[in-house]
T-cell receptor, first 113, second 119 residues
Framework: DIVMTQSPDSLAVSLGERASINCKSS????????????LAWYQQKPGQPPKLLIY???TRESGVPDRFSGSGSGTDFTLTISSLQTEDVAVYYC?????????FGGGTKVEIK | QLRLQESGPGLVKPSKTLSLTCSVS??????????WGWVRQPPGKGLEWIGN???????NYNPSLKSRVSISVDALKKVFSLNLTSVTAADTAVYYC???????????WGPGTLVIASS
């Protein structure tokens, strides 16, 4: 199985400031034949199911604000919230879909400082 | 807009079988390229992928659960189902049904249903 490791476990950021979450896979999830990274990011608010934010490592899902961006390739990835808003308080998960079983990172809790 | 809704018992006795159904509305369960699956989340913990099924019946399961899990689909009724046998307290979790695109990202989720394995 591909192990996904997120850091930090939690972070507190002031409103309007940048928040960055890291995700590392135990092996490359870059598929050579199409040069795509098989990585998604999800946002989960309390009492709600996860919501897809980003797929292919950097493609925003329809309706997701452009303050959310994804970057990285191979084994190292980052989710950045450029200007944190109160509605962004949540737990964020990365997930690889390069190979079965699909696996998730342990989650990063984002709070307001 | 596609909607998913889980249903089933909220309490299952240890050693028994957990059975859940996911109803699909607002779209076709026969859509080419979509996978229908299940993810679970123990209280206060992270996400674990259970498995998925393609509309014509091919399945993929997490090896950690493979000996106990089965997923099936009934296209006419627009539902897919999860069976997990020989449950223990470790199977207590919120169970989500999901739809994934062919790429594997999970773009639709049900609201989730809490299943407690306890006598």
């Amino acid at each position: 199985d591909i192990v996904m490791t997120q850091s930090p476990d939690s972070l507190a950021v002031s409103l309007g400031e940048r928040a960055s979450i890291n995700c590392k896979s135990s092996q490359s999830i870059l598929y050579g034949s199409n040069n795509m990274n098989y990585l998604a990011w999800y946002q989960q608010k309390p009492g709600q199911p996860p919501k897809l934010l980003i797929y292919w490592a950097f493609t925003r899902e329809s309706g997701v604000p452009d303050r959310f961006s994804g970057s990285g390739s191979g084994t190292d990835f980052t989710l950045t919230i450029s200007s944190l808003q109160t509605e962004d308080v949540a737990v964020y998960y990365c997930q690889q879909y390069y190979s079965s079983p699909l696996t998730f990172g342990g989650g990063t809790k984002v709070e307001i400082k | 807009q596609l909607r998913l809704q889980e249903s089933g018992p909220g309490l299952v006795k240890p050693s028994k079988t957990l059975s859940l159904t996911c109803s699909v509305s607002g779209g076709s369960i026969l859509s080419n390229g979509y996978y229908w699956g299940w993810v679970r989340q123990p209280p206060g913990k992270g996400l674990e992928w259970i498995g998925n099924i393609y509309y014509f019946g091919s399945t993929n399961y997490n090896p950690s659960l493979k000996s106990r899990v089965s997923i099936s689909v009934d296209a006419l009724k627009k539902v897919f189902s999860l069976n997990l046998t020989s449950v223990t307290a470790a199977d207590t979790a919120v169970y989500y049904c999901t739809k994934s695109r062919r790429d594997g990202s999970l773009d639709s989720w049900g609201p989730g249903t809490l299943v407690i394995a306890s006598s």
